[in-house]
């Protein structure tokens, strides 16, 4: 699992930018054969909406540019995926990563465990995919901070790659 943040105080493109350049990265040095994201809906607060709509686009595009599938699937198929509930927690979404994985410890942050809960919500919607020998990476904005883009990308990692 790895994090991707960009500067919060620099402007939008600029961001986007560094995004790019970061994804373009990984798609270069993971052989990623699927791309899992969440599906963008309205939520309350519009500007978080946007700034996930905008991160979202930078990566499915990188994907499309590479001939690399994209899958969006809701927060509610994430939740009923990963939790058994549609309705669970950033919490229990925390706790079941945190178990089915058999980690030590649920990933920090919270929107890290969501990514990896999109990469199992994908392996769980199309299980003749190894999970073990895919990677896929996901993207989410920390609802802390509605510029703050956050990728998490799972999978096997190169030696010493951190």
């Given at each position: 699992m790895g994090l991707i943040r960009t500067d919060k105080d620099n402007p939008v493109a600029h961001r986007l930018t560094e995004l790019w350049t970061d994804i373009a990265g990984i798609f270069e040095e993971y052989p990623i054969g699927a791309l899992a994201i969440e599906r963008v809906l309205f939520q309350t607060n519009v500007r978080t909406a946007i700034g996930v709509a905008q991160a979202s686009?930078?990566?499915?595009?990188?994907?499309?540019?590479?001939?690399?599938?994209?899958?969006?699937?809701?927060?509610?198929?994430?939740?009923?995926?990963?939790?058994?509930?549609?309705?669970?927690?950033?919490?229990?979404?925390?706790?079941?990563?945190?178990?089915?994985?058999?980690?030590?410890?649920?990933?920090?942050p919270a929107d890290v465990a969501d990514a990896v809960a999109i990469a199992l919500t994908h392996a769980a919607y199309n299980p003749v995919v190894d999970a073990r020998r895919t990677n896929r990476i996901q993207i989410s904005v920390d609802s802390q901070d509605s510029a703050n883009m956050v990728l998490a990308a799972s999978g096997t990692e190169p030696e010493g790659h951190r």
């Open positions: 686009g930078v990566v499915m595009t990188q994907a499309a540019l590479r001939g690399i599938p994209v899958t969006e699937y809701s927060p509610n198929q994430i939740k009923d995926a990963v939790a058994g509930d549609g309705a669970a927690d950033k919490q229990q979404i925390q706790e079941m990563v945190q178990i089915l994985l058999g980690l030590k410890e649920a990933p920090k």
